[in-house]
């Protein structure tokens, strides 16, 4: 099961908004096949892994990290090949938590009279698969904040500027990150004192859609992250509905390829984040990682929204400056938000630490 969840990870950043799979098949002790899902739409790690076997694959065992599929999507249902392939036993690491299948699939293979195990290495099969699950059962994109900060807690200097804080080293993590979210999101601030282009360059991987949460449509048409490949822009209908330059600014935005979406928000631009991600996954991105800055940070914590820390830390003072959570205001201790299941890793000189909001 751990080399299934190894293989699946090879369809990471290729496969969303489909899970990623691996599948292993077993007989008379030896591996005789393997495969992963690679790319979505096309072929499943089952079918990929049974056309890479190197003998008759009847009387196998199979091991696949999330139940096998039940129902005719943009390929068949993968229990039907492994009833017509006559498997003897099939071992699952978790139920695939998409209502269209949640068990549907392992009564498929019982009824046909194959052995089915299910639940191995389940909590490992499910950190695979996080942002799918949510995904499939709230219809909302998993959210994770990507954070780059000082020892002393500041991620920017006063006057906003804040590239680059840590190392190269650090970069590199960042733009593998990148490459494993359908989205990066970032706020107008973010776009005006740093003017990123927020694309994968120093790692292995397809660039993610570009998220702009604009309100007043502040930034410049002629901003990189405006250059290339797909980029969104959320605005505020109270902001631009009355306003003739801004009416200009939308219609440039649009003729260089930029998708802008009106929502409902203040005449101040701000938005609300529960309507935002729910038009962002009714995009079909399952995935977003927040890259800036302090108010957009500090927006999603205090909506619940955020699911996830990636916190760089460099050892580094900056004194006076800008912080993760400025935009929130605690009134007693018992009010703060924790992060749980913690895991450290180094990049260079700088720190990654990565956990999960209580």
Not at 339 to 351: K, P, S
């Amino acid at each position: 099961m751990l080399r299934c969840i190894r293989l699946a990870e090879g369809g990471r950043g290729s496969v969303s908004p489909n899970p990623m799979v691996g599948c292993v098949i077993v007989k008379d002790g030896a591996v005789i096949g393997e495969g992963f899902h690679g790319k979505f739409g096309e072929a499943h790690a089952e079918v990929n892994a049974f056309n890479s076997a190197k003998e008759d694959v009847a009387g196998s065992d199979v091991y696949v990290n999330l139940e096998p599929c039940s129902f005719f999507g943009k390929t068949p249902p993968c229990t039907d090949l492994l009833i017509r392939k006559r498997v003897r036993k099939v071992y699952v690491g978790m139920l695939d938590p998409n209502p269209k299948v949640n068990g549907k699939g392992v009564q498929k293979l019982k009824d046909a009279g194959i052995e089915v195990e299910a639940g191995i290495l389940e909590q490992e099969a499910r950190r695979l698969n996080e942002a799918f699950e949510k995904f499939v059962t709230k219809k909302l994109p998993f959210v994770a904040l990507k954070v780059a900060q000082s020892l002393d807690g500041k991620i920017a200097l006063l006057n906003g500027k804040s590239k680059y804080i840590t190392s190269h080293e650090a970069l590199v993590r960042v733009h593998e990150l990148r490459s494993q979210y359908d989205a990066v999101l970032v706020g107008a601030g973010t776009v005006r004192d740093d003017n990123p282009e927020l694309t994968v360059r120093y790692a292995e991987g397809r660039s993610p859609v570009r998220i702009v949460l604009d309100g007043a449509l502040s930034s410049s048409v002629d901003s990189k992250v405006f250059r290339e490949g797909r980029s969104i822009v959320f605005y505020s209908t109270a902001v631009a509905k009355n306003s003739r330059v801004l009416r200009s600014k939308l219609q440039k935005l649009e003729k260089k390829g930029v998708e802008t979406y009106p929502l409902r928000g203040s005449s101040k631009g701000r938005l609300s984040i529960a309507i935002l991600m729910k038009k962002i996954a009714e995009l079909g991105i399952a995935s977003v990682m927040i890259e800036g800055g302090a108010e957009v940070f500090s927006q999603f914590v205090r909506s619940g929204m955020a699911d996830k820390l990636h916190l760089f830390v460099a050892p580094k003072l900056l004194g006076r400056g800008k912080s993760l959570a400025d935009g929130m205001e605690l009134r007693n201790l018992s009010e703060s938000i924790g992060i749980d299941n913690i895991a450290v890793e180094r990049n260079g000189v700088d720190y990654l630490f990565t956990g999960y909001f209580k």
